[in-house]
């Protein structure tokens, strides 16, 4: 099985990423994750341990919630594997390497590598994803750009009864999306006249 991992690039993702790729079976078992133009079967994660569930009978599974700002998902340990991740808790800041897996239309990760991180790695991973959506456009798939543009058109249309939003205000309630990618579709807003700016920085509906 280890030989098996090793064909395959563990993509650095968010948990968003994850929950919004295409799970894509042989029959009942999970082959891949197709998200854009990319194939995952591995990943790694840096995100916050939000829960945690262990089992009190004879089998043994431990069932840990992962959250990094964009979304969660669960990690699913078993059988001899849960002696090596025991220790992680709930509250802990971590690196997570694993196979991604389906049951019951259920995406969740089998981890291979739970590593303990300094909090600020989530800001620094999130950054750094930012960093490479910006070189890598077409990292983002299609159906995510439009739910993107769809929650910031969405946010301006709420204010309207007050006269319009800061575009700070935007990036501040929409945290899981990047603020360049706000700034780059409220740009194109404005150039297609949808949205116009009464001033500087605030943005009001045209539609």
């Known amino acids: 099985m280890p030989e098996q991992f090793k064909r395959h690039i563990a993509f650095k993702l968010r948990i968003g990423d994850i929950l919004i790729g295409k799970p894509v079976m042989d029959g009942e078992r999970f082959s891949f994750?197709?998200?854009?133009?990319?194939?995952?079967?591995?990943?790694?994660?840096?995100g916050?341990?939000?829960?945690?569930?262990?089992?009190e009978g004879e089998k043994k599974y431990i069932f840990l919630t992962l959250d990094d700002g964009s979304g969660q998902i669960q990690l699913r340990i078993f059988g001899d594997d849960v002696g090596k991740f025991q220790a992680i808790n709930q509250g802990d800041t971590v690196?997570?390497?694993?196979?991604?897996r389906n049951w019951n239309n259920n995406t969740y990760i089998?981890?291979?590598?739970?590593?303990?991180?300094?909090?600020?790695?989530?800001?620094?991973?999130?950054?750094?994803?930012?960093?490479?959506?910006?070189?890598?456009?077409?990292?983002v798939p299609r159906e995510q750009i439009a739910a993107v543009k769809d929650k910031i058109l969405g946010t301006i249309k709420n204010a309207e009864e007050s006269g319009g939003i800061d575009v700070d205000q935007i990036i501040m309630n929409l945290r899981d999306i990047s603020p360049e990618i706000i700034n780059q579709e409220i740009q194109k807003f404005i150039a297609e006249g949808i949205i116009f700016e009464p001033r500087p920085g605030r943005v009001r509906y045209l539609g």
Do not use: F, H, T
């Open 33 to 46: 994750l197709e998200l854009g133009n990319r194939r995952i079967v591995r990943i790694n994660i840096v």
């Open 48 to 55: 916050n341990i939000v829960d945690k569930y262990e089992s």
């Open 95 to 100: 690196l997570v390497i694993g196979v991604l």
């Open 110 to 139: 089998s981890p291979e590598i739970i590593r303990d991180l300094d909090p600020k790695y989530l800001l620094v991973r999130k950054l750094e994803m930012e960093k490479e959506r910006s070189k890598d456009p077409s990292a």
